[in-house]
C-alpha cells in the first residue's frame, strides 16, 4: 500500500489542522491505519490510530480530547483532526499502515509509511 500524507503547516497556538493520509494500492482495508509524529531529536510517537469501519479507535493519553482520527473509506483517506494545538504538538507527521492489529501502537510493526508533513505550531 502506497500512502500520502498532506495538510501539515503553520499554525498559531489553540488552532487547529486537519491531516489526511490518502492510500493507495492492493487490499487496502485489510491495514490498521495509524498517526505518528516525530519531533527533533526525538524518537517517533505513537498518537492514533483506526481500522477502515472506525470501530476499533485507540489514541495516546496526551492527545486524547484533542485530536481525532476517522476514517473515509470510500476515498480511502484517513483524517486527523487536531484541535487547541500547542508548542509541544510541532513535529514532523507520519500515517502508516499496519497488519498487525495487536502491536499498532509500535512504529517497526507497520508496513507502509507516508512520506511526513510538518506542522510548526507557533507560541
Known amino acids: 500500500v502506497q500512502l500520502q500524507a498532506s495538510g501539515g503547516g503553520l499554525v498559531q497556538a489553540g488552532g487547529s489542522l486537519r491531516l489526511s493520509c490518502a492510500a493507495s494500492?492492493?487490499?487496502?482495508?485489510?491495514?490498521?491505519m495509524g498517526w505518528f509524529r516525530q519531533a527533533p531529536g526525538k524518537e517517533r510517537e505513537f498518537l492514533a490510530v483506526?481500522?477502515?469501519?472506525?470501530?476499533?479507535?485507540y489514541y495516546i493519553d496526551s492527545v486524547k480530547g484533542r485530536f481525532t482520527i476517522s476514517p473515509d473509506s470510500a476515498k480511502n483517506t484517513v483524517h486527523l483532526q487536531m484541535n487547541s494545538l500547542t508548542p509541544e504538538d510541532t513535529a514532523v507527521y507520519y500515517c502508516?499502515?499496519?497488519?498487525?492489529?495487536?502491536?499498532?501502537?509500535?512504529?517497526?510493526?507497520?508496513?507502509?509509511w507516508g512520506q511526513g508533513t510538518l506542522v510548526t505550531v507557533s507560541s
Open positions: 502508516g499502515a499496519t497488519t498487525d492489529p495487536l502491536r499498532r501502537t509500535l512504529y517497526d510493526r507497520y508496513d507502509s
Open positions: 494500492g492492493r487490499l487496502v482495508s485489510v491495514y490498521d
Open positions: 483506526t481500522d477502515w469501519r472506525g470501530n476499533n479507535i
